[in-house]
C-alpha cells in the first residue's frame, strides 16, 4: 500500500504506508478502494487471507507518516465481498 504526494512540476514521490505478508494474518491481494474516517484511518479489504475470504483490515495515521496496520475481520470462504459504488459491502 503506498502514499502518493503531490510535488512541484506535476510529479509525484511515493512512501511505503504497509506491506502485506500473506503469511502473517495480514492478508494478501489489497483489491478494494479505501474509506477514510475522521480520525484519518484507512479501510479495506483484501482478496485472500483470513479464514479464506479476505480480511477487512484498518491503517491508522501514527507520528512521522507511519501508519499502523489493524485487522478488523476475518472473511470465511462462505462470506463474500461486493463492491458498490467503490465501497465495501459484506454478505453472508
Known sequence: ???????TGGRYSYSLLYRFHGTQGDG?????????????NL????????NGGGIVFQLSPGPASTYTYQSR????????????????????
Open 73 to 92: 475481520l476475518h472473511l470465511s470462504a462462505n462470506h463474500r465481498i461486493t463492491y458498490i459504488a467503490t465501497r465495501p459491502l459484506i454478505s453472508g
Open 28 to 40: 494478501y491481494g489489497p483489491d478494494s478502494a479505501l474509506a477514510v474516517d475522521a480520525f484519518g
Open 1 to 7: 500500500m503506498y502514499k502518493l504526494t503531490a510535488n
Open 43 to 50: 479501510y479495506g479489504t483484501t482478496q485472500f487471507g483470513g
